[in-house]
C-alpha cells in the first residue's frame, strides 16, 4: 500500500462534474447544513450536529485526523456549482498488513439522486486502486439503506455478507451491518 500517495500532500481527484478536495474552514456551512439534517445520518453512526461552533471544531479535527494518517475526508464539489460543497467521501482504516481500506459517504439532501455519490465512489476507487496500490476496498451499509447498497452495486462492489450486531453507532446503538468489498482483481 503506497500510504505517501494519500498522506505525503492532499490528494485532490478530479472528473469531468467533480472535484474531490481538503475541506476548509471556508466551507464551514456547507458542512453546517450536512450534519445538521438528521435525515443524513438516518443509517449512520454519526450523531448530528446542530451547533455550529460544534462544526467549525470538527473540520480542524479532519485535518488533524489526515496528520495523524488515519483518515481522509474530501469535499464533494460539484464543477457546476463553484466551491459548493455537495457532500463528503472518506477513507479510513487502512490495514496494511492485508491491504485493505475502508469508505464512506454522505450528501447534502439536495444531492441526493443526483448520481453525485456514485461517481465520487468510482473515483475514490479508482484513486485506491490505481495509486494507493490498495487490494480490497470495503464499505459497511445499514440492511435498511437502499441507496448506499445501490451506490456501491454499481461500483461493482459485491455483498459479502451481515453480520449481527456487529458495531455500535452513537445515536442509534448496536447494530446489524452489511458488509460490501471489491478487490482489485475485480476492478481491473
Not at 475541506?23 to 438516518?42: L, P
Not at 496528520?67 to 490495514?95: C, H, L, V, Y
Not at 469508505?103 to 476507487?125: C, D
Request: charged share 25%.
Amino acid at each position: 500500500m503506497n500510504m505517501e500517495a494519500v498522506f505525503a500532500h492532499f490528494p485532490v481527484l478530479e472528473s469531468e462534474s467533480l472535484v474531490l478536495s481538503n475541506i476548509k474552514e471556508e466551507h464551514v456551512q456547507d458542512v453546517f447544513s450536512i450534519y445538521d439534517n438528521d435525515k443524513v445520518f438516518e443509517y449512520c453512526g454519526i450523531i448530528p450536529k446542530h451547533n455550529m461552533k460544534t462544526v467549525e471544531k470538527m473540520i480542524s479535527h479532519f485535518d488533524r485526523d489526515y496528520n495523524k494518517k488515519s483518515r481522509i475526508k474530501w469535499g464533494i464539489f460539484p464543477k457546476s456549482q463553484e466551491n459548493t460543497m455537495a457532500g463528503i467521501i472518506e477513507a479510513m482504516d487502512f490495514n496494511q498488513k492485508v491491504n485493505m481500506v475502508t469508505i464512506g459517504y454522505y450528501f447534502a439532501e439536495e444531492y441526493w439522486g443526483k448520481g453525485f455519490a456514485t461517481e465520487s465512489v468510482r473515483m475514490l476507487v479508482s484513486f485506491l486502486f490505481e495509486k494507493v496500490n490498495v487490494n480490497r476496498i470495503q464499505a459497511e451499509v445499514m440492511p435498511a439503506n437502499e441507496n448506499s447498497k445501490n451506490v456501491l452495486l454499481k461500483n461493482n462492489f459485491m455483498k459479502v455478507g451481515l453480520v449481527r450486531q456487529a458495531s455500535y453507532w452513537s445515536g442509534i446503538g448496536v447494530v446489524d451491518l452489511e458488509m460490501y468489498g471489491i478487490l482489485k482483481n475485480e476492478y481491473i
